[in-house]
């Protein structure tokens, strides 16, 4: 079969799109972090604490921020998995006062991968 102009066209014209949405959209890529691979993450033993200490100020008590509270396993295992507690970390939106350092980023990424431990 003989491609014809328009085909070719089409097919530029799309590359083109794609490549200027890639470019657009800020890098969130996966965070690095030396043998967080052979870790075992657990709600208790970790994720709980960095909620503590960068979350539960705004998201706990009797009027969480967007209604999201973040203070019991159940309640971050469902914002996890509804893609937007680990997005709103991984783009820096939160928490507010600045972006997490990659290891903990990379470690509460392993809790989520190998299925929220407890
Ligand atoms: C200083 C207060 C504060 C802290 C600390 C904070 N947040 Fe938030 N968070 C907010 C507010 C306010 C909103 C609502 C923002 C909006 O609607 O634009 C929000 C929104 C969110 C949302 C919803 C985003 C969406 O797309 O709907 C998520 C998820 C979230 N925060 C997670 C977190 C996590 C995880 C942490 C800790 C790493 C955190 N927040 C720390 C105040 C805070």
Redesign the pocket.
């Known amino acids: 079969m003989r491609r014809r102009p328009w085909q070719l066209s089409l097919i530029l014209g799309l590359s083109l799109l794609l490549w200027e949405c890639k470019k657009d959209r800020p890098q969130a890529s996966t965070p690095q972090c030396p043998g967080v691979d052979t870790m075992t993450i657990t709600y208790q033993g970790y994720v709980a604490d ?2 503590r200490q ?2 539960t ?3 706990g008590g009797s009027n969480p ?2 209604g ?1 509270a ?1 203070e019991t396993y159940d309640q971050v295992k469902n ?1 996890a998995l ?1 893609g ?2 680990y ?3 991984i783009n820096g ?5 600045g972006k ?1 350092d990659d290891c903990t980023l990379a470690k509460l990424k392993r809790w989520m991968d190998t299925g929220y431990p407890q």
């Open positions: 960095v909620m960068h979350c100020s705004c998201h921020s967007k999201i973040l914002a509804s937007k507690w997005a709103s970390m939106s939160m928490p507010p006062s997490l």
